[in-house]
């Protein structure tokens, strides 16, 4: 059997090590998106989706659980949630084209703190003061970030002001998605929620061919297979996290990713972070930690408070 302390060990190794495999694939889509290799987001979404369906139903095969994987009883929720997700996932590909690293990753921490709000508007949760205060302050650290893009900063390039719009879009696409995500696990499986939204951002994905797509060279053509298969098991990896941690203990690792997206945006694409990006992503950062911390807090007080109000026998 398993202690509570090397359980949770294990979920934070499994968490950090699917944050460096998305930073990793989120490399990887910056790189094919170069000029001189253009390839469009939607087709990068094909091969993220497409290439990541092998993996997921290898470890659905492994687990048992490939039956109850692909077995549904809300498919329009999955088909909602497959467009909003997918939306995501080509306006923060393009995102990426457009911004460096740590940029595009820094905007990205809004989206938990727009599900703070979406969660009070659309699933009725109450959202008390403390928790609204820590989503003002990050996202004033995501306005510091985005500040010198809305000035017109960024060396006078308008694509950098658009990359900031994007990536603003995708985390409110992101954050939706979420809430969709919410509603679904009250009825589905999460084997059956990542199985069936890899499928619709396939198909969403292969819509696109239409509007753009390249034939890729070879080196290209096994990066964008690399980033499905490095899509799949970073779901893998963050999925089975959650199975031996509380979100409360693996969630603040998810900004391991800016150390890494600063690391690899200056060794692989000479990005150099301003002290902006850095101030604002660590306001981001911390507001996060405290609304995580905070609802760890409240929710070991429910539990004390059930102990003390269950009759014992």
């Known amino acids: 059997m398993i202690s509570s302390s090397s359980s949770s060990l294990r979920g934070i190794l499994l968490k950090c090590a699917s944050v460096t495999v998305f930073t990793i694939m989120a490399a990887l889509i910056k790189a094919t998106a170069a000029e001189g290799l253009g390839v469009p987001p939607g087709q990068q979404v094909f091969f993220r989706s497409i290439f990541a369906l092998p993996v997921i139903l290898l470890w659905l095969l492994w687990q048992s659980e490939l039956r109850e994987g692909l077995r549904t009883y809300r498919p329009m929720g999955h088909f909602y949630r497959g467009i909003v997700g997918t939306a995501s996932m080509a306006l923060g590909f393009w995102a990426l084209s457009l911004l460096t690293l740590p940029e595009a990753t820094a905007i990205g921490y809004a989206a938990p703190l727009l599900v703070v709000i979406f969660a009070g508007m659309f699933l009725g949760e109450d959202v008390r003061a403390f928790r609204l205060g820590m989503v003002a302050l990050g996202l004033a650290g995501v306005l510091i970030v985005l500040s010198p893009q809305l000035k017109g900063g960024g060396g006078g390039d308008p694509l950098r002001m658009l990359g900031a719009v994007v990536a603003l879009m995708a985390a409110l696409c992101t954050a939706l998605a979420m809430i969709f995500v919410r509603r679904l ?60 941690a509380d979100a409360s203990v693996v969630a603040p690792f998810d900004y391991v990713s800016m150390l890494l997206a600063i690391a690899i945006g200056w060794w692989f694409f000479a990005e150099v972070p301003t002290l902006t990006v850095i101030l604002g992503a660590s306001i981001v950062i911390l507001a996060g930690i405290l609304i995580i911390w905070r609802e760890h807090r409240l929710g070991l007080e429910r539990t004390r408070q059930r102990k003390v109000t269950t009759p014992q026998g």
Do not use: K, N
Not at 208 to 232: E, K, N, Q, R, S
């Open 185 to 244: 696990v009250q009825d589905e499986r999460t084997s059956a929620i990542v199985f069936w939204f890899s499928i619709t951002s396939s198909v969403l994905g292969l819509l696109t061919l239409p509007f753009g797509w390249v034939l890729p060279d070879l080196a290209t053509a096994l990066m964008l297979v690399l980033i499905g298969l490095l899509g799949g098991v970073g779901q893998i990896l963050m999925t089975s996290a959650y199975r031996y």
